[in-house]
Nanobody, 115 residues
Framework: VQLVESGGGLVQPGGSLRLSCVAS????????MRWYRQAPGKERELVAA????????NYADSVKGRFTISRENAKNTVYLQMNSLKPEDTAVYYC?????????WGQGTQVTVSS
Protein backbone atom coordinates (compact mmCIF):
# COMPACT_ATOMS: atom_id res chain seq x y z
CA VAL A 1 0.00 0.00 0.00
CA GLN A 2 1.33 3.42 -0.95
CA LEU A 3 -0.21 6.85 -0.55
CA VAL A 4 1.46 9.87 -2.14
CA GLU A 5 0.22 13.37 -1.37
CA SER A 6 0.91 16.51 -3.35
CA GLY A 7 -0.39 20.04 -3.76
CA GLY A 8 0.74 21.70 -0.57
CA GLY A 9 2.50 25.02 -0.42
CA LEU A 10 2.48 28.58 0.86
CA VAL A 11 -0.75 30.54 0.40
CA GLN A 12 -2.08 33.83 1.73
CA PRO A 13 -5.07 33.93 4.07
CA GLY A 14 -8.26 33.64 2.06
CA GLY A 15 -6.54 31.67 -0.66
CA SER A 16 -7.13 28.16 -1.96
CA LEU A 17 -5.21 24.95 -2.48
CA ARG A 18 -6.13 21.52 -3.77
CA LEU A 19 -4.38 18.52 -2.28
CA SER A 20 -4.18 15.20 -4.09
CA CYS A 21 -3.42 11.72 -2.81
CA VAL A 22 -2.64 8.95 -5.28
CA ALA A 23 -3.09 5.45 -3.89
CA SER A 24 -1.67 2.13 -5.02
CA UNK A 25 -1.36 -1.44 -3.80
CA UNK A 26 -5.00 -2.04 -2.94
CA UNK A 27 -8.45 -1.85 -4.51
CA UNK A 28 -8.93 1.87 -4.01
CA UNK A 29 -12.61 1.92 -4.99
CA UNK A 30 -13.49 -0.43 -2.13
CA UNK A 31 -12.13 1.65 0.75
CA UNK A 32 -13.10 4.85 2.53
CA MET A 33 -10.40 7.51 2.61
CA ARG A 34 -9.53 10.27 5.05
CA TRP A 35 -7.46 13.41 5.29
CA TYR A 36 -5.78 14.30 8.56
CA ARG A 37 -3.58 17.20 9.55
CA GLN A 38 -1.01 17.88 12.23
CA ALA A 39 0.09 21.33 13.27
CA PRO A 40 3.33 21.93 15.19
CA GLY A 41 2.91 20.96 18.83
CA LYS A 42 -0.57 19.56 18.29
CA GLU A 43 -2.07 16.12 17.88
CA ARG A 44 -3.02 14.80 14.48
CA GLU A 45 -6.68 15.52 13.77
CA LEU A 46 -9.22 14.23 11.29
CA VAL A 47 -10.12 16.83 8.67
CA ALA A 48 -12.40 15.01 6.24
CA ALA A 49 -13.58 11.54 5.27
CA UNK A 50 -15.28 10.05 2.25
CA UNK A 51 -16.93 6.69 1.66
CA UNK A 52 -15.66 4.24 -0.93
CA UNK A 53 -18.11 5.28 -3.64
CA UNK A 54 -17.92 8.95 -2.70
CA UNK A 55 -21.55 9.21 -1.73
CA UNK A 56 -21.02 10.45 1.81
CA UNK A 57 -18.53 12.91 3.28
CA ASN A 58 -17.81 14.14 6.79
CA TYR A 59 -15.84 17.14 7.96
CA ALA A 60 -14.31 18.54 11.09
CA ASP A 61 -16.32 21.49 12.39
CA SER A 62 -13.31 23.75 11.87
CA VAL A 63 -13.32 23.21 8.09
CA LYS A 64 -17.02 22.78 7.28
CA GLY A 65 -18.11 25.03 4.46
CA ARG A 66 -14.52 25.71 3.41
CA PHE A 67 -13.03 22.30 2.54
CA THR A 68 -14.38 19.66 0.17
CA ILE A 69 -13.21 16.06 -0.03
CA SER A 70 -13.77 14.14 -3.26
CA ARG A 71 -12.38 11.13 -5.10
CA GLU A 72 -11.88 9.75 -8.58
CA ASN A 73 -11.85 5.97 -8.29
CA ALA A 74 -10.78 5.59 -11.91
CA LYS A 75 -7.59 7.49 -11.03
CA ASN A 76 -7.08 6.01 -7.55
CA THR A 77 -7.02 9.56 -6.24
CA VAL A 78 -8.63 11.42 -3.37
CA TYR A 79 -8.65 15.22 -3.24
CA LEU A 80 -9.04 17.92 -0.64
CA GLN A 81 -10.14 21.27 -2.00
CA MET A 82 -9.36 23.95 0.58
CA ASN A 83 -10.89 27.41 0.21
CA SER A 84 -10.90 30.49 2.42
CA LEU A 85 -7.74 29.28 4.09
CA LYS A 86 -6.83 30.64 7.51
CA PRO A 87 -3.48 30.76 9.34
CA GLU A 88 -4.81 28.10 11.72
CA ASP A 89 -5.07 25.70 8.77
CA THR A 90 -1.27 25.60 8.67
CA ALA A 91 -0.22 21.98 9.14
CA VAL A 92 1.13 18.89 7.47
CA TYR A 93 -1.76 17.17 5.72
CA TYR A 94 -1.84 13.38 5.49
CA CYS A 95 -3.84 10.93 3.45
CA UNK A 96 -5.00 7.81 5.32
CA UNK A 97 -6.60 4.45 4.63
CA UNK A 98 -7.45 1.62 7.02
CA UNK A 99 -6.55 -1.59 5.18
CA UNK A 100 -6.52 -5.17 6.42
CA UNK A 101 -6.46 -4.17 10.11
CA UNK A 102 -3.57 -1.75 9.58
CA UNK A 103 -3.29 1.99 9.25
CA UNK A 104 -1.56 3.40 6.19
CA TRP A 105 -0.40 7.00 5.91
CA GLY A 106 1.15 9.06 3.19
CA GLN A 107 4.33 11.06 3.76
CA GLY A 108 2.37 14.28 4.19
CA THR A 109 2.32 17.60 2.39
CA GLN A 110 2.97 20.92 4.10
CA VAL A 111 0.34 23.65 3.92
CA THR A 112 1.35 27.06 5.20
CA VAL A 113 -1.15 29.92 5.35
CA SER A 114 0.61 33.21 5.93
CA SER A 115 0.78 36.73 4.60
Amino acid sequence: VQLVESGGGLVQPGGSLRLSCVASGFRFSSYPMRWYRQAPGKERELVAAITSAGGSMNYADSVKGRFTISRENAKNTVYLQMNSLKPEDTAVYYCYVPYVLRDYWGQGTQVTVSS
